[in-house]
C-alpha cells in the first residue's frame, strides 16, 4: 500500500514536468494539490486516504513541523522546499476531510488567516502606527484579546455557574503544545505586558533559587515535591531561553542530537578497540566522552571557517 509520504511526493512530481512548458500561479498549483486531494479521498481513489480521519492524521502533523525544521537547519533548500510541501498537504487534507462532513472547506481556511492577518496589522493596512516591534506584538495581543471576548460574547460562552467566562492574557496557549513550547508561550504572553525579569541576572538567580529548593527535596526523599521543584527549575530555563531569544525546544533538539552523535562516536571507538562499549569501566567510557568531543570540534572546526568565508 502506497505511504502517504509516496502520496505526497508523487502528487508534487506529476505536475512538476508541466510546469517547464507552462509556468503557473501558486493559486493555479494549490488548486491542482486540493484536487489531487480530493481525488484520493473520492470512492474509486486510494483506501488509505479514505480511511484516514482528523484523530488518525494528529501524528503526521506533527511530523511533517519537525521535519520542516529539520530541513531548514540542514541548508538544503530543495529538501526545505519539499517539506514544507509535505506539511501544506496535511492542511489540504484535514480540509478535504472537513469539506466532506460539511463543516469547512479550505477556502474559508484561506479567507481566516487573510483577515486575521489584515485585522492584527492595522499599523501596516490601518492607521495605527507602532514606533517598534515591541509595540506591534502588545497590540497583537490586545488585539487577539478583543476577538476572544467577542467570539465570547458571538457564541454565549458560560461558565458551569452561568456566569460569562473569564478571558486571560495567556488564553490561546495549547495546552498540547510540547511543554518547553508551551511554557515558552506562556512567560512570552506575561512579558508583553511588562510581567518579566529586568534582564537575565534575575532569571540565573531565580535558576540557582530552584536548584537550592531541588536539592533540599531530595534530601526529604519526596517524590511529588520533587518533580514539582524539578518542574520549577526546567521552567526558569525555559524563561531564560526566551530572554536569549533560543527557542527551548529547537535548543533541546540540538543537544538531543548532539548527545546521539557523540554516544555512536563512542561505541564506534569502543568497537575499534575490539570492545564493546556497554563492557567498558565508568572511566574508560569517559575518556571515550571526551575523545569524542575532541574529534567534534576537530570536525566542525573546518566547516566553521569555511561557513565564515563564505557569509
Not at 502506497?2 to 512548458?21: G, L, N, V
Not at 465570547?152 to 473569564?166: F, H
Request: positive net charge; aromatic residues 8%; contains cysteine.
Amino acid at each position: 500500500m502506497p505511504t502517504r509520504k509516496k502520496h505526497a511526493k508523487q502528487a508534487r512530481k506529476a505536475p512538476r514536468k508541466k510546469a517547464k512548458s507552462k509556468q503557473l500561479t501558486p493559486g493555479q498549483w494549490f488548486e491542482k494539490l486540493v484536487a489531487v486531494q480530493a481525488r484520493l479521498r473520492a470512492p474509486n481513489g486510494c483506501p488509505w486516504d479514505r480511511e484516514q480521519t482528523h484523530r488518525s492524521l494528529r501524528t503526521y502533523l506533527i511530523e511533517e513541523a519537525y521535519e520542516v525544521l529539520e530541513a531548514l537547519e540542514s541548508g538544503n533548500d530543495a529538501k526545505f522546499a519539499e517539506e514544507m510541501g509535505d506539511l501544506l498537504l496535511q492542511i489540504v487534507f484535514h480540509s478535504q476531510i472537513a469539506r466532506e462532513e460539511g463543516r469547512f472547506t479550505v477556502a474559508e481556511v484561506i479567507r481566516e488567516i487573510h483577515d486575521k492577518m489584515i485585522r492584527r496589522h492595522p499599523h501596516v493596512f490601518g492607521k495605527t502606527r507602532a514606533k517598534d516591534s515591541t509595540e506591534v506584538l502588545r497590540n497583537w495581543e490586545q488585539i487577539k484579546a478583543e476577538e476572544r471576548r467577542a467570539n465570547d460574547k458571538k457564541s454565549g460562552s458560560k461558565t458551569g455557574d452561568d456566569l460569562p467566562k473569564e478571558t486571560s492574557l495567556l488564553d490561546g496557549v495549547s495546552r498540547a503544545l510540547p511543554a518547553t513550547l508551551e511554557g515558552f508561550q506562556l512567560t512570552r504572553k506575561a512579558s508583553r505586558i511588562g510581567f518579566d525579569w529586568e534582564n537575565t541576572g534575575g532569571v540565573f538567580e531565580k535558576m540557582r533559587e530552584e536548584t537550592e529548593e531541588l536539592k533540599k527535596t531530595l534530601k526529604e526523599a519526596d517524590h511529588f515535591r520533587t518533580e514539582e521543584e524539578l518542574g520549577d527549575l526546567l521552567f526558569a530555563a525555559v524563561n531564560l531561553s526566551r530572554f536569549l531569544k533560543v527557542d527551548p525546544e529547537i535548543a533541546l533538539k540540538k543537544a538531543n542530537a548532539k548527545f546521539t552523535r557523540r554516544f555512536r562516536a563512542m561505541e564506534r571507538l569502543a568497537r575499534e578497540s575490539g570492545r564493546e562499549f556497554k563492557d567498558l569501566p565508568r572511566e574508560e567510557m569517559e575518556t571515550f566522552w571526551d575523545a569524542a568531543k575532541k574529534s567534534e570540534a576537530n570536525t566542525r572546526l573546518p566547516q566553521m571557517i569555511g561557513a565564515q568565508r563564505k557569509g
